[in-house]
């Protein structure tokens, strides 16, 4: 069910009007595209019990926010957010602070799609206060709003004027498409939150998404894929050639396949490859990692087929970006032109796995 058509919460006690604005505290009816309840703060993306458990830089990255969002229905002409960051450092050196620490608003439109409205910019961080939007055109609609990228936040609150109707609609329960992967998968560069590939698929599928990219730490670990099998997703997009080399590819891609067939028998898997450096034409170690990551790849998905798994998808990389080299920021990462693309290349891939019976495996 859609969060426009899901039944609305009822509605949550606003604090007392600040500066004119009623508040709404998110946690009191919570985010969606988290994936475990047992977290140490309300918006991280590991259970807390996987500290000490993952390396720490994974434990680190998995209190940003990214993938999490949350969804209200309001009928007020002026929307504003208060949130509280972790890290006072809004931005990165290739990244909009809009993107890495800002939140972003989503509207559905008469015909049920969802349209973007506005971003929310972390002007004075760690604890924001910010108008949304201002101006709106009459109506009660359904929102979401997607929290930061590349820092996590311990509090997040809507505010609306007191006499405006405002009621929460709750995470809702369908089977997410779990992502897996890199800085890429976790939305380095995106311009603002809801642009990776992972939230512009999520919008498309009208399907909750759990994005556990941890920057530059994709690796396949053991006790990373021990999580993700906990989790029961409608489909697992594996991407993590970006971190590997072609040694750990081959030594893990197998076993984390396995560790996922293991406890989800039926659900589709699916393996994308990295993408095409953008100057791998004119840089040999950039051309020779992308060619040996993907030999490996491919030799590991190829004993799995030959092996009797089922419900294997395998995604080459040469198209994600497209051929003209104008879709990266740094060579390596996307722009939101390399995301767009992303999620062009992705969407029939995961239609055709998430309609196809079981059985099968097939390089799209």
């Not at 939007?133 to 997040?156: A, D, F, K, Q």
């Not at 190829?302 to 089922?310: D, E, Q």
């Not at 939101?336 to 029939?348: I, V």
Request: net charge neutral; with cysteine.
């Amino acid at each position: 069910m859609s969060a426009g058509s899901s039944q609305p919460g009822p509605a949550t006690p606003a604090q007392p009007p600040v500066d004119g604005l009623a508040w709404h505290d998110v946690r009191e009816w919570g985010v969606e595209g988290k994936g475990w309840a047992d977290t140490e703060c309300d918006y991280d993306r590991l259970p807390a019990r996987a500290k000490g458990v993952v390396r720490d830089p994974v434990w680190m990255l998995s209190r940003c926010s990214s993938g999490m969002c949350f969804h209200f229905e309001t009928d007020a002409t002026e929307i504003a957010a208060r949130w509280t960051l972790r890290s006072a450092s809004a931005g990165r050196l290739t990244m909009p602070a809009a993107g890495s620490s800002g939140l972003d608003l989503y509207a559905r439109d008469e015909e049920g799609r969802w349209r973007y409205v506005s971003v929310g910019l972390p002007a004075s961080p760690p604890n924001v206060q910010a108008p949304l939007v201002t101006g709106l055109s009459p109506g009660r609609r359904v929102y979401r709003v997607y929290l930061p990228l590349y820092n996590g936040v311990t509090s997040v609150a809507v505010g609306v004027a007191p006499g405006a109707h405002f009621r929460p609609i709750p995470p809702r329960s369908a089977r997410p498409i779990l992502f897996y992967g890199t800085s890429i998968v976790q939305g380095a560069c995106a311009s603002r939150p809801g642009m990776p590939h992972p939230a512009i698929l999520g919008r498309r599928l009208d399907l909750p998404i759990i994005n556990l990219g941890f920057s530059g730490n994709g690796l396949m670990e053991p006790e990373v894929a021990a999580l993700l099998a906990e989790l029961d997703a409608c489909a697992y997009v594996i991407d993590c050639l970006p971190n590997a080399d072609a040694l750990q590819v081959a030594e893990r891609t197998e076993p984390l396949v396995f560790t996922l067939r293991k406890a989800h028998s039926g659900t589709p898997i699916v393996l994308v490859e990295d993408r095409t450096y953008a100057n791998a034409r004119f840089i040999t170690a950039r051309r020779e990692r992308n060619e040996s990551n993907r030999r490996a790849y491919r030799a590991a998905y190829g004993r799995l087929v030959a092996g009797g798994v089922k419900r294997l998808w395998y995604v080459p990389g040469e198209p994600l970006w497209g051929d003209d080299g104008e879709a990266s920021v740094d060579g390596v990462h996307p722009t939101d032109l390399g995301f767009a693309r992303m999620a062009d290349a992705l969407e029939p891939v995961l239609r055709q796995c998430l309609e196809t019976p079981a059985g099968g495996a097939r390089v799209i």
